[in-house]
Structures are given as C-alpha cells and as structure tokens.
C-alpha cells in the first residue's frame, strides 16, 4: 500500500518516535506547526475518521488513554495542548491514514476555521 504512515510503521521512511507499542507509533511531525507537533497513529491502516466503526474504534480508545502520558513525557501536559484530526479534502487532509495531531509549547491560536 502506498501509504506514507505504513512506510514510517514499516521503517520505510525514517522518523523521530516519541512513543511505541504494537498497537500505536507516535512521532514528530516533519513540518511543525508549534514547538511541540507530534502525531499519534494506529499501526493498523484507517484511512480516516469516517472508517472508524464498532469493528475497530478500540484503537481510538487506546490512542486517547495513551495521549495524556504523551503529553506527559513531552512536557505539555500542565500548560495544554490540542488534539486534532483531520478528516478528508475540506479538513486539508494530506495523509489518508487516520492520525491525531498533538500541539502546544506555545498559546496556540483559538481560531479553528
Ligand atoms: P494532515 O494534514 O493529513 O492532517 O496531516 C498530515 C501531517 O503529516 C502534516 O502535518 C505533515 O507535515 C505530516 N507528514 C507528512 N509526511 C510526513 C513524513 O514523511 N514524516 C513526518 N514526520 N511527518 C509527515
Ligand atoms: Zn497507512
């Protein structure tokens, strides 16, 4: 599959970690957008939040137990920090398989559109 997230799970592509487990990789976003961007994504490939459904939202479940120890270890868990996932072409979705930007280090912006 051509699917630039499978390749970073696969080693393919390298990239900075912050976080595995056989269920989820976590790693540094190549074009920060805060002094903090790391995403968060399951190994198993979901393209987007519209594949999430009862066969496989458990993931979701991990990934969102997981974030707050992230957080942690990243040193933003006190001051803040967001959570966001883009979904298809008028989210500016660029990677179809299903991710979870973390941002802070900074006051982020409060527009959202
Ligand atoms: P989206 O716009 O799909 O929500 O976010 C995709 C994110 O993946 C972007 O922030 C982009 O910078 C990041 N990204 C795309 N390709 C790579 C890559 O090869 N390595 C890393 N570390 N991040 C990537
Ligand atoms: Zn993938």
Do not use: W
Request: with cysteine; charged share 25%.
């Amino acid at each position: 599959m051509d699917c630039v997230f499978c390749k970073i799970i696969s080693g393919e592509i390298p990239t900075e970690k912050v976080y595995e487990d056989e269920k989820v990789l976590a790693f540094k976003d190549n074009q920060p957008q805060a002094p903090i961007h790391v995403l968060v994504i399951p190994k198993e490939h979901i393209s987007c939040a519209n594949d999430i459904d009862s066969s496989n939202s458990d993931i979701i479940k991990y990934i969102f137990e997981l974030i707050p120890k992230i957080a942690n270890d990243l040193g933003i868990a006190e001051d803040g920090y967001r959570i966001i996932n883009n979904c298809g072409d008028n989210a500016g979705q660029t990677v179809q398989h299903l991710h979870f930007h973390i941002l802070g280090g900074k006051k982020l912006n409060v527009e959202f559109a």
